[in-house]
């Protein structure tokens, strides 16, 4: 977790500055100072970004925001062409009974006379 810092450096004055950070206006600090601020505080960079996964990025891409609303409309077209189609299977298979149906009748019928 990142702490809250305060910062006060702009506004003392500058010998108290210059004492604060043990340090010369002209010279700037000695060798030894500095390594032993690079070994208490580390380098002087910032640390990069955490990176995003690819595929976390492609994932977003591919069900965020518009795309979500393409992939619902989708899935409801979808459902209306199966339920069309299962009616007309239903349909064609109450056809084919009608029609097996009937022709037995007629045979059974034919066949009594």
């Not at 965020?64 to 007309?88: E, P």
């Amino acid at each position: 977790m990142k702490k809250e810092v305060t910062i006060d450096d702009h506004r003392i004055p500058l010998d108290e500055l210059i004492e604060r950070y043990q340090t010369n206006i002209e010279e700037g600090l000695t060798t030894e100072k500095a390594r032993e601020a690079l070994e208490k505080n580390g380098p002087n960079s910032l640390t990069p970004p955490a990176e995003v996964p690819e595929w976390v990025k492609f994932a977003k891409l591919l069900f965020g925001g518009f795309s979500a609303l393409l992939w619902v409309n989708f899935f409801k077209k979808q459902q209306r062409f199966l339920l069309q189609i299962n009616k007309n299977l239903i349909g064609c298979c109450y056809t084919l009974f009608d029609c097996l149906w009937s022709s037995s009748r007629f045979r059974s019928h034919n066949t009594k006379r």
